[in-house]
């Protein structure tokens, strides 16, 4: 197995996340293993500074099927000008939920509605961290995903709704 990764002008195709700008990169993995059959690539984020990795789930970016000898190419757009923060209501996939563009040193206000959040970003955060805090009424059930590269990290909601700081290792 041989991979190879670069930085390239191209844009995600499966980064669900809204557009914005940040690094591309472009992952080429070549299965040459002697197994016969199909191989997977992921590619993981790195966990959060804050808070503890007791408390992440790291998801990852999953290439399609590679047969062998073959190469699969996995892109992605990274850095920290393309942080997007999402919630989900507990038992909800993150796939293909569109996230609000987000910035270090933000404050981020979430909402529950009808059945829908609303994330208000706004400047006057921590630097190098993202403040979330929670209106009454959010399901504490649910989580918070901020997806940082490759693919989003997954945080509970804390009890009693308390401010939770994301600090992202980039």
Do not use: C, H, R
Not at 68 to 76: K, R, V
């Amino acid at each position: 197995m041989s991979i190879q990764m670069t930085n390239s002008g191209s844009d995600a195709p499966q980064d669900t996340s809204p557009a914005t700008t940040g690094t591309a990169f472009t992952l080429s993995a070549a299965n040459g293993s002697t197994v016969p059959g199909v191989q997977y690539f992921n590619v993981f984020p790195p966990a959060l500074k804050s808070p503890s990795a007791k408390f992440q789930i790291l998801t990852a970016l999953v290439s399609d099927p590679t047969p062998q000898n073959a190469t699969a190419t996995l892109t992605w757009t990274g850095g920290a000008n393309a942080l997007t923060l999402f919630a989900l209501v507990d038992g909800k996939s993150p796939i293909n939920v569109q996230g609000t563009p987000v910035a270090l040193g933000d404050t981020v206000a979430v909402a529950w509605a009808d059945g829908v959040f609303t994330i208000t970003p706004a400047t006057g955060g921590p630097a190098g961290a993202i403040e979330v805090t929670f209106a009454a009424g959010v399901p504490v059930e649910s989580q918070i995903g901020l997806v940082v590269g490759p693919a989003p990290i997954l945080v509970p909601i804390p009890i009693g709704l308390s401010p939770l700081t994301l600090e992202p290792d980039l």
